[in-house]
């Protein structure tokens, strides 16, 4: 290669590459790794195919190549801290990757990796080394398989081969499951690359400097690990491969660092732009334009998939990435909000091939300025108390060398009161030669996740019981039972399947194990050959039901059946790739394998369903309509009696903002508008303007939904709104990706109430809503307490609120008169009390009980005092378990503090010396016996 090629053309030819040979192009999955509870992010190209390998999918290809995004920010997969210590680590970066499942294995991968490495993009073949597995724990083969094919390369070095054990060349999944060796492919960059050239280091391969880069791994899934350390093969074998797109393409460029590449070019100008430093004067201080560069393109791409900065689990991470990118440009004087301008350059690099990128341009922006503005308001006084605390550890350790630490709940108060995140915390310890106690900070932030009902996000890995119904749909197979797709899936086309369409009981599983039959209140599993029962999935709740069987007559004429059952269907799940199973529990009879059934979806709580799910979507076209575009899903709930929405907005909605998203969902549901479902291809939905939702996983085929709206009866909300692209004079009013049910007209929704609206995390709202038949019961219960409350007050409907008002002002003016009758009896009280105001040496003291007072009321009297009083005196004053203690600033010089006095009489509370307020728990004149003695006390 002559001309040194873009970062762009790179990943092109990359795909371009495996593309001619045979593999199908597949687009990254989202940051949010969708249906997968496991991850935080998704942290490789493996997540969007995990399913595939534990068996829960297959897809319609054998063979696919993507370049996928990925963020290792979390848990064992984080490389925050190396980040802009040196020139390869990223919190963002891509995968680039080839699949095959089942399909080529070893001598296939390692050909096109030799091939594309050396002949398309010319790297020197004699520079190249690769590593296979060779066991030092175990009896595992050594895989000179994949060594063998290594040496049949044309000009590959033999002796180039080298093996290691499991901790560098042997992959797996998890603690059990797939897993299987794996070859790295590393580069001699020659000696001017080794960063510890003239010290004593271990050099080569998997050695301890940076002359030998890793390009590439390539991974053979063949084993299956049990819990007792077993390897079985696998029927079929995959290749997962994963090469770093910033590391080849400072390769090919010929860099020596990863951000010195022209996928950083754009980000680095326009920081020099803004500092006025040279490029000398930048590398020298190379270390905050790292990061900076790093954690804006992080928090581009993750706004971009629907997270924004907020306080935990992933928008947690936005936050946390954007204050750090912001405190680091504070280091290079940068104290004004930039973060945006270096955005808008990611956004120029990546938006042709990211296009969410583009879409997103507004939100990016936004965000990350809000996020700015919003830090600097707070990081002077967090860093002025983060020091505080650093100081007094630095006092602590009187002269040892022992590495002080700072507490982790401390750490955490800094980030609740003051925004400061842990991370940024640590950064500024550290460079004090200290640090910050993480496992403290997790303890304390996880607590105060779940007192605020919180809780952890990440849950089992999935497929535990995979293989088991791996093996069910086998042999059902096998039997002709099943076809090559297993258990057919269609819960669009009605909810009913029946004995004429050959419906037969093909499994039944009972406490985890197959089972020829099931008895009564049995919790089971039945596997049947088709159902049109929907399985969780976009936030839409499994359908429920019931699976039946009728039996046989007993007799002619007598109506009784026998072998009659029924199973009571509770939740739906899908454990193996081609494998339904419906659970429930016998209600009655006994079910057996073999018998013919009755699958029935619960209709009525389906189209309960289905009325909320098309009004989410009429929700979702509102908020952007009254809000912004930047209003986008963050998450949703569509049950049978409610739906809930989560959206990205910084801020509380005004009651008028819900009037008019209300009114517009209910113009839209009374514009009768068709709801059009289509399958397509996910490219083909994306290039018509279809809206992808958060956190979902789409193959590559998608259902789409379109609200359709006649271009010559707009309602009002597409007056406010231009439409999308028209399909034969309808206007698609609203095109989202979606595999759920849906009505077959807006106007079925019948009603739509927002029930509220409130914060779910910083940035993120959420509204609760009722549709149909919930709405009618909500109308219904609030008009019955508008009729009750008008029965009482004496009134109209109409006239309910004027009365309330008057009955409130009315109540507000007694308030007011009993208040001040109140105050002049205290007062009355109190003039009586003055008479028996005691000596106790020099000092005038009363201890007074007011009845019938308040706090308010004891302090004016209080004030009464002192001005009769204005020099040695004290009172102390109670009404109920309320106590004031006032000290005139003679007395107090003496020693005497009226917070002292209230703990004096058994109180508790606090104040200034010459005023303090607290409560009794023993109130009355048993507590004001002692004020007299207290003060003779602290006279001596």
Not at 11 to 27: C, L, N, S, Y
Not at 109 to 138: H, M, N, R
Not at 205 to 219: A, I, P, S
Not at 382 to 400: F, V
Request: glycine share 10%; aromatic share 8%.
């Amino acid at each position: 290669m002559t001309r040194k090629p873009s970062g762009n053309e790179i990943r092109q030819m990359f795909i371009d590459f495996f593309v001619e040979h045979g593999h199908t192009a597949v687009p990254s999955m989202s940051l949010v790794p969708g249906g997968d509870s496991t991850l935080l992010f998704t942290n490789s190209g493996m997540v969007q195919f995990k399913d595939v390998f534990i068996g829960t999918d297959k897809k319609p290809y054998t063979r696919a190549v993507d370049s996928q995004k990925c963020m290792r920010v979390a848990g064992k997969h984080n490389d925050l801290e190396d980040v802009g210590r040196d020139d390869t680590h990223h919190t963002f970066f891509e995968m680039l990757g080839n699949w095959s499942f089942g399909d080529y294995y070893k001598k296939e991968a390692i050909a096109w990796s030799w091939q594309l490495l050396t002949e398309v993009w010319g790297l020197p073949k004699d520079k190249i080394y690769a590593t296979c597995f060779e066991d030092d724990k175990g009896n595992v083969p050594r895989d000179d398989e994949a060594a063998d094919a290594w040496r049949e390369q044309p000009g590959f070095n033999p002796e180039h081969v080298l093996f290691f054990g499991r901790k560098e060349n042997f992959w797996q999944m998890a603690e059990t499951g797939p897993c299987g060796p794996c070859s790295e492919i590393h580069l001699d960059r020659g000696e001017e690359f080794d960063n510890l050239r003239g010290k004593p280091h271990r050099c080569g391969v998997n050695g301890e400097c940076t002359r030998f880069l890793e390009l590439w791994n390539n991974v053979f899934i063949q084993y299956n690990l049990f819990d007792d350390g077993r390897l079985e093969p696998l029927p079929q074998k995959h290749v997962d491969t994963g090469m770093g797109f910033e590391r080849i393409v400072s390769v090919l460029q010929g860099v020596d660092s990863n951000y010195k590449t022209d996928l950083f070019t754009g980000s680095l100008e326009v920081l020099r732009s803004l500092t006025g430093h040279s490029e000398k004067e930048m590398l020298d201080n190379f270390t905050p334009y790292r990061v900076i560069c790093d954690h804006v393109r992080s928090a581009a791409f993750l706004i971009a998939d629907g997270i924004v900065p907020g306080n935990a689990g992933r928008n947690y991470v936005a936050r946390m990435i954007t204050r750090r990118a912001a405190r680091f440009g504070s280091k290079i004087g940068l104290n004004e909000p930039f973060l945006a301008q270096v955005a808008e350059a990611v956004i120029r690099q990546y938006g042709d091939f990211y296009p969410e990128l583009k879409k997103a341009t507004p939100a990016i922006l936004d965000n990350l300025t809000r996020e700015e503005i919003r830090f600097a308001r707070t990081v002077e006084a967090g860093s002025n108390h983060l020091e505080n605390l650093l100081a007094e550890l630095r006092a602590e350790r009187s002269g040892t060398e022992t590495k002080r630490v700072l507490d982790g709940h401390k750490a955490f108060d800094l980030y609740a009161t003051y925004g400061l995140p842990f991370e940024i915390s640590r950064d500024i310890a550290r460079e004090q030669g200290l640090d910050v106690d993480e496992q403290g900070f997790n303890e304390a932030k996880e607590k105060h996740a779940l007192a605020s009902g919180g809780g952890k996000a990440m849950g089992k890995l999935g497929g535990e019981d995979a293989e088991f119904y791996a093996e069910i749909l086998k042999n059902l197979q096998s039997k002709k039972k099943l076809g090559k797709d297993g258990v057919e899936y269609d819960p669009y086309t009605g909810t009913q399947v029946d004995k004429y369409s050959g419906l037969e009981v093909l499994a039944l599983v009972v406490d985890g194990q197959l089972v020829e039959s099931a008895n009564l209140d049995d919790q089971v599993e039945v596997v049947l050959p088709k159902t049109g029962f929907y399985i969780e999935s976009g936030g839409q709740v499994d359908d429920t039901g019931y699976i039946r069987s009728f039996g046989s007559s007993t007799a002619e004429g007598s109506g009784e059946q026998e072998g009659g059952w029924e199973i009571e269907v509770t939740s739906m799940r899908r454990p193996s790739a081609g494998v339904i199973v419906h659970v429930g529990t016998v209600i009655s009879g006994q079910p057996k394998v073999g018998d013919s059934a009755v699958a029935e979806v619960d209709a009525t709580r389906r189209h309960d369903i289905m009325r909320n799910h098309t009004a989410t979507h009429l929700l979702h076209k509102a908020l952007h309509v009254v809000l912004s575009d930047q209003a986008t899903q963050a998450g949703s709930l569509v049950a049978p009696t409610y739906l809930r929405f989560d959206f990205n907005h910084p801020e509380a909605l005004t009651p008028e903002q819900l009037d008019r998203i209300e009114r517009m969902v209910n113009d839209a549901v009374a514009a009768d508008m068709p709801v059009h479902k289509e399958s397509k291809s996910l490219e083909e939905a994306k290039k018509e303007g279809a809206m992808a939702l958060f956190g979902e996983k789409y193959g590559e085929t998608v259902r789409t939904i379109s609200i359709l709206g006649s271009s010559g009866s707009q309602t009002p909300m597409e007056q406010t709104s231009s439409s999308s692209s028209s399909t034969a004079g309808q206007q698609k009013y609203s095109y989202e990706l979606c595999g759920g049910t849906h009505l077959e007209r807006t106007s079925d929704v019948g009603a739509f109430l927002i029930v509220s609206e409130g914060s779910v995390a910083a940035n993120v709202r959420r509204i609760e809503a009722v549709t149909g038949r919930g709405a009618y019961e909500l109308i219904q219960k609030r008009f019955k307490a508008i009729k009750q409350s008008a029965a009482i007050l004496k009134s109209s409907v109409d006239d309910v609120p004027k009365k309330v008002e008057s009955g409130q002002n009315e109540i507000a003016e007694l308030k007011k008169e009993v208040a001040n009758l109140r105050a002049q009896q205290a007062l009355s009280t109190f003039s009586a009390q003055l008479s028996s105001v005691r000596a106790v040496k020099d000092v005038n003291v009363l201890a007074a009980e007011i009845p019938n007072a308040d706090a308010d009321t004891l302090r004016m009297l209080a004030d009464k005092f002192r001005e009769k009083y204005p020099k040695g005196g004290v009172a102390v004053l109670i009404t109920g378990a309320t106590v004031i203690a006032v000290v005139t600033e003679d007395l107090v010089k003496r020693g005497i503090k009226a917070g002292e006095l209230i703990t004096g009489i058994g109180g508790k509370g606090g104040g200034r010396p010459n005023m303090a307020q607290g409560s009794l728990s023993n109130g009355g004149a048993d507590a004001l016996a002692h004020v007299g003695r207290i003060v003779e006390e602290k006279l001596k």
